[in-house]
């Protein structure tokens, strides 16, 4: 099939994402954008047996009420390598593939959790302000934390958790990690058990993938576990962590620090963490490059090609 006999087919992007992916997509196929619709049962009604592929993201993706509703839908894509907003064994019963962008947003990804972990040891947001506010005029700032050399735990060996751990071994860090499986020829110490992972951490880093398993992975006992010491680092999803067992911890002194990148509720933030300086708070940016914006849109857009044209997704989740 030609690309230019693709702009009858009906595509729903879910939520207003990245404006060159909404251009792509708009240009190339028949554009629905579910934000201009009350609700999607308004939608659905009016659209329902148009729509050959959803796209979606990490703030809304794909549930069973929406697939159900469309029964003309072909394939899920998403502009995430996260698919936690996505029902897979409905996607699975109905036939419907699925695809993500995995690997072009891992150095990004992995480049942020050590940014969080330095920022968060060197207090680097804390002394820029510092230096903002004129403080230095009046005395030096306080003594901070070194990175280099501390022990780094990481949740989830996969694509991005092994590149975190690339970098941080380039800093002198022991590196242990946690995963359902030990993963052969790493070099790095296997824990089969969290608790024991972040007893033995002093930089606890949280890189899996969220499923029922892993919701709430770091709770109060593997907070405790990493102690007053530890600073635990998120880049994960905001659910992997007990965040009101977190904001306690943190406000007690059992937990020395905290860098998060993702929280249970996002957008919003616990209102405690806000006052705090021994964490650092960033929205949700980890793959937000321009470079890896872009390669993720082209590749959303790549996959949906291939399946319009009958041939192999270029990043089929299996
Ligand atoms: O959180 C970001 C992603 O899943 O790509």
């Not at 330095?118 to 002394?127: E, N, Q």
């Not at 092994?162 to 790493?186: L, N, V």
């Not at 990493?226 to 306690?248: M, T």
Request: proline share 5%.
């Amino acid at each position: 099939m030609e690309v230019a006999s693709m702009e009858s087919i009906g595509v729903l992007m879910t939520n207003q994402m990245y404006p060159y992916l909404e251009d792509q997509l708009a240009k190339r196929f028949n554009l629905f954008r579910l934000w201009n619709y009350p609700s999607l049962s308004a939608f659905a009604k009016a659209h329902a047996n148009s729509i050959r592929a959803i796209v979606g993201s990490t703030k809304m993706g794909a549930d069973a009420t929406m697939i159900d509703s469309l029964p003309k839908l072909e394939i899920v894509c998403t502009f995430s390598v996260g698919l936690d907003k996505i029902d897979l064994p409905k996607c699975k019963q109905r036939g419907i593939p699925v695809a993500n962008t995995p690997d072009v947003l891992t150095d990004d990804v992995a480049d942020l959790a050590i940014a969080l972990a330095l920022s968060v040891s060197r207090r680097i947001c804390v002394s820029d302000s510092f230096v903002r506010n004129h403080s230095w005029t009046k005395s030096p700032f306080y003594l901070t934390y070194k990175f280099s050399g501390k022990t780094v735990g990481i949740v989830g060996l996969g694509r991005i958790g092994s590149a975190i751990a690339k970098r941080a071994a380039a800093f002198g860090c022991p590196i242990s990690y946690h995963s359902r499986s030990e993963k052969p020829d790493t070099g790095y110490k296997y824990y089969s058990n969290i608790l024991d992972l972040a007893s033995n951490s002093q930089i606890l880093i949280v890189a899996c993938a969220l499923t029922q398993e892993t919701h709430h992975i770091v709770n109060r006992q593997v907070i405790d576990a990493l102690g007053p010491k530890g600073i635990l680092i998120n880049i994960g999803r905001g659910q992997h962590v007990d965040e009101a067992e977190l904001v306690s911890a943190l406000k007690e002194g059992r937990l020395a620090g905290a860098g998060l990148d993702v929280f249970e509720n996002e957008p919003h933030v616990p209102e405690e963490l806000l006052s705090l300086d021994n964490v650092v708070l960033v929205p949700h940016i980890g793959s937000d490059t321009v470079e890896t914006s872009n390669a993720m849109a082209d590749l959303v857009i790549a996959n949906l090609e291939a399946h319009f044209q009958n041939k192999p997704l270029l990043t089929p989740v299996t």
